[in-house]
């Protein structure tokens, strides 16, 4: 099983919807097993701290995609969304599935 994180800014958008929301309905038609969506309550992005609860805070919120399922299938959905997307960053992580 592979585990794939999708970082990015909650304030990104594609085709008039938001990216998170854009990348999980991709990910329900790739028919991927599962996916959740993370709001981030701080982050940092190696220049600066993104607060966005602080009173006149303008830094956008971190948002995390995490989905799993067979390893050809994240690579293959990966790709995909690559063709579609440059922005965000993205880690995967060999995972074990306990039942």
Sequence with gaps: MLQ???????????EEVPLYEYILQFLVRQKV???????G?????GKHLSR????FSFDETPMV???????EKVKTALT??????KSGFIVTNH???WN
């Design 65 to 71: 995609i995490s989905f799993i399922d067979d390893e």
């Design 33 to 39: 097993m599962g996916a959740t969506v993370y709001r």
């Design 4 to 14: 794939a994180q999708i970082f990015i800014g909650a304030d990104h958008w594609k």
């Design 80 to 85: 995909r969304l690559r063709k579609e997307m």
């Design 95 to 97: 995972v074990d599935l």
């Design 41 to 45: 309550r701080l982050g940092f992005d």
């Design 52 to 55: 966005p609860n602080d009173l």
